[in-house]
Nanobody
Framework: QVQLVESGGGSVQTGGSLTLSCTAS????????MGWFRQSPGKEREGVAGIPIGGGDIYYADSTEGRFTISLDPYAKTAYLLMNSLKPDDTAMYYCAAGRWHGGVWYAADVAYWGRGTQVTVSS
């Protein structure tokens, strides 16, 4: 079992910035990719950004590329998501995720472990 502990999140105005962090209790063979998904009421959970633990391609959703930056401290088992130029559409519960990525869209079905989630609210 892998525990994912998130921190960060909160409320900001449009154009503001927030940083999320997520620390994993350990790595496993089923978790070579870490990152975040988000979900707002009535919508499916969507991949936001992901980063490989051992190096490789980084994933960004089209809606976040250019505004969000994901990074990883592999020794601390901690991933960071810097969110700039936030918009009201970014309002959602953000979930840390650990699993695999097969290229293309990062799907929730490829996630083996989830954090409890942290709320991000962007007001206009």
């Amino acid at each position: 079992q892998v525990q994912l502990v998130e921190s960060g999140g909160g409320s900001v105005q449009t154009g503001g910035s927030l940083t999320l962090s997520c620390t994993a209790s350990r790595y496993t063979s089923a978790t070579d990719y870490m990152g975040w998904f988000r979900q707002s009421p009535g919508k499916e959970r969507e991949g936001v950004a992901g980063i490989p633990i051992g190096g490789g391609d980084i994933y960004y959703a089209d809606s976040t590329e250019g505004r969000f930056t994901i990074s990883l401290d592999p020794y601390a088992k901690t991933a960071y998501l810097l969110m700039n130029s936030l918009k009201p559409d970014d309002t959602a519960m953000y979930y840390c995720a650990a699993g695999r990525w097969h290229g293309g869209v990062w799907y929730a079905a490829d996630v083996a472990y989830w954090g409890r989630g942290t709320q991000v609210t962007v007001s206009s």
